[in-house]
Nanobody, 124 residues
Framework: QLQLVESGGGLVQPGGSLRLSCSASGLTLGFYAMGWFRQAPGKERAFVAAITRSGGPTYYADSVKGRFTISRDSAKNTVYLQMNSLKPEDTAVYYC?????????????????WGQGTQVTVSS
């Protein structure tokens, strides 16, 4: 059974940090480009960050550049999203996704596998 599982979400104050993890079962993430997306209430799913299969180039939405970092650890079969300087507008459910390609993309329809999401709430 192919499954992506996100973890690390929670409640954090503005300016704080969280690190999200995305692990997999039945799936070797090293074969896939990976992405993180988020969806706030009443809004469409939005691109956050992506990383190539090789762990080389990374891509970010303008709204998170300089604050978020995507990375991957093939030995642990895990992808991470380090989120710093969090803002209330970062509040959303965060999803990781795997794309059967060497290259990531901001188009969510290009991803083949999705996790169930983890809630991130930024509030004082």
């Amino acid at each position: 059974q192919l499954q992506l599982v996100e973890s690390g979400g929670g409640l954090v104050q503005p300016g704080g940090s969280l690190r999200l993890s995305c692990s997999a079962s039945g799936l070797t993430l090293g074969f896939y480009a990976m992405g993180w997306f988020r969806q706030a209430p009443g809004k469409e799913r939005a691109f956050v960050a992506a990383i190539t299969r090789s762990g080389g180039p990374t891509y970010y939405a303008d709204s998170v550049k300089g604050r978020f970092t995507i990375s991957r650890d093939s030995a642990k079969n895990t992808v991470y999203l380090q989120m710093n300087s969090l803002k209330p507008e970062d509040t959303a459910v965060y999803y990781c996704a795997a794309r059967d390609s060497g290259w990531g993309t901001s188009e969510f329809k290009q991803y083949n596998y999705w996790g169930q999401g983890t809630q991130v709430t930024v509030s004082s």
